[in-house]
């Protein structure tokens, strides 16, 4: 009894090394580093480890990977506080380990190249929506900024892109155990062959004319989590830089913009509390003469709320239509049970008051153009994307506040998923960044110029509008919904499977 033990827990080891190596192999197909190819192959180690085991092995082995691959890509949070880091990316692990309790009984299954793709979709739909309003960083899709599978997008979502990669990973799984791996190669070359020929993007309906837009990125006082320490710094910086456009424009050397996006936080003072601030804006929108949309924190008549807005600014009427962040980013904009926690860890007190939560979608008409604004992780939620598309959006804007995570990777992971929003919806994104990246992602996905990390400054270009949609936009949650019907079929098909096994044996037993 002594040697099966022992190789039992050997195998046990072995599986877990396995897994947690997987982990890291995923993450490093992420920016910064992004090398996209991996993660195929981090998600082929897991599930060789999960195949055909038992379920608790399964949990074990998809808690560990997730724990690695989320410690690594995740590497940012650590600007928060090491307990914050480690918090997060055990909980997202957690999601790991549900995934992989089912992955090993459905790997038993015929047709797990269908069932085992599903759950994966659908563990991330469940992760980026519950609880809390969820936390999508991390999708294996996201890791396809710069592959030709990003392109997928445009068809079946950031699901149809997680699908493809699980479910390729899933056929070399049986290839290599039934010993049929260059039938499944070739299979897979050609899936890769057939998506680089999508055009990209692949859109319904028709094209629209250009417009003319100008990005500000003027930087912060600090970085990290002194980076707003100096009041009223921000919002000067953002004027400077308005003036500066303004003088260029003046002087023939830049184009006159349409409109002007400022990033979020670009006015670090309220402006409807505080009469200079609102001057000065409009000392920078009067000189452009031309709308500008501004990033600001706006409080409420509620002391303990404040918005997270995008404020359209006219040279003639002023501030008008506005953007309240639908998305607030649990324990960075508000603290889920504030009372208990507070006492308990002492640096919760850095977020004194508590984000309101938006309830329209950022649908604003800037300088006679419909915008589609997102602010900063809203990037990573499909349904913002969808929801001004569908508000008849003809260009995304992104206004982001990453002076906190500078030169930690976590912006450059932001930039590949607002790449991927431009292939998604078929539109160009314009991106404008406290401290980078700012700049002009075309519809194809393709950068067409930009600010990075660290730089101050304006970019102009002219950007192409568009009425279309691409089929994933028409779609929005349908390819999520069918993952969760298969789901659903194989568990079922899955319990009666055992039933009837177990039914035989008792059968076998009595006789």
């Known amino acids: 009894m002594v040697e099966p033990d022992s ?189 680089i020929v999508i055009p990209r993007p692949l859109t319904v309906g028709g094209e629209g004319s250009t417009a003319t837009v100008a990005v500000v990125q003027g930087g912060t006082p600090g970085t990290g989590m002194d980076a707003m320490s100096e009041d009223r710094v921000v919002l000067l910086n953002h004027v400077d830089q308005t003036l500066r456009l303004a003088a260029a424009v003046d002087a023939g050397t830049e184009p006159r913009p349409d409109f002007v996006v400022w990033p979020e936080n670009g006015s670090d003072i309220d402006p409807f509390r505080d009469p200079s601030a609102a ?29 997270n807005a995008g404020i359209v600014w006219d040279p003639v009427s002023g501030p008008g239509e506005r953007y309240v962040k639908m998305h607030p980013v649990p324990f960075g904009e508000f603290l889920p049970f504030r009372d208990q926690l507070t006492p308990l860890i002492g640096r919760l007190d850095r977020v004194p008051r508590d984000f309101v939560r938006g309830a329209e979608p950022g649908v604003l008409t800037i300088g006679g153009v419909v915008v589609g604004d997102a602010i900063c992780f809203e990037v990573a939620y499909d349904d913002v994307f969808t929801s001004v598309i569908a508000g008849g959006a003809e260009v995304i804007t992104v206004q982001t506040n990453n002076a906190t995570y500078q030169g930690t990777g976590q912006p450059v992971q932001q930039w590949d998923i607002e790449r991927l929003r431009a292939l998604n919806t078929g539109r160009a994104v314009v991106v404008a960044s406290t401290t980078g990246i700012s700049g002009f992602i075309a519809p194809d996905g393709t950068v067409q110029r930009q600010l990075g990390e660290g730089e101050t400054g304006y970019l102009v270009s002219e950007v192409p509008l568009s009425t279309s949609q691409t089929p994933a936009s028409l779609l929005g949650v349908v390819p999520e919904i069918a993952a969760g019907l298969a789901l659903l079929i194989g568990v079922g098909l899955g319990a009666y499977v055992r039933r009837r096994r177990t039914a035989l044996e008792r059968s076998s037993a009595g006789s």
Do not use: H
Request: hydrophobic share 60%; charged share 10%; proline share 5%.
């Open 7 to 195: 190789r039992t827990r050997l195998g046990v080891v072995a599986a877990v090394a396995i897994a947690a190596f997987s982990g890291v192999v995923t993450a490093v197909a992420f920016a910064p580093i992004g090398w996209w190819p991996l993660a195929f192959l981090g998600v082929l180690g897991v599930l060789a480890v999960q195949w055909r085991a038992r379920s608790r092995r399964g949990a074990l082995t998809g808690f560990v990977y997730g724990l690695t691959f989320f410690l690594v890509l995740l590497a940012w949070m650590t600007v928060i506080g090491m307990d914050a880091w480690i918090l997060l990316s055990a909980y997202c692990a957690l999601w790991n380990a549900a995934l992989g309790a089912l992955v090993a009984p459905l790997s038993r299954l015929r047709g797990s190249v269908l069932w085992i793709p599903s759950a994966w979709v659908v563990m991330e739909a469940l992760r980026g929506r519950v609880p809390l309003g969820g936390f999508p960083w991390g999708e294996i899709a996201f890791s396809q900024g710069n592959s030709p599978v990003g392109a997928l997008t445009g068809i079946a979502g950031m699901a149809g892109v997680t699908f493809l990669i699980v479910a390729l990973a899933v056929l070399t799984v049986e290839g290599i155990r039934r010993r049929r791996l260059l039938p499944v190669s070739l299979v897979s070359v050609a899936v890769i062959l057939a998506i």
């Open 279 to 307: 001057a000065l804006i409009d000392e920078a929108v009067q000189a452009i003469d031309a709308p500008v949309l501004v990033g600001a924190v706006l409080s409420t008549e509620d002391p303990t709320k404040v918005e």
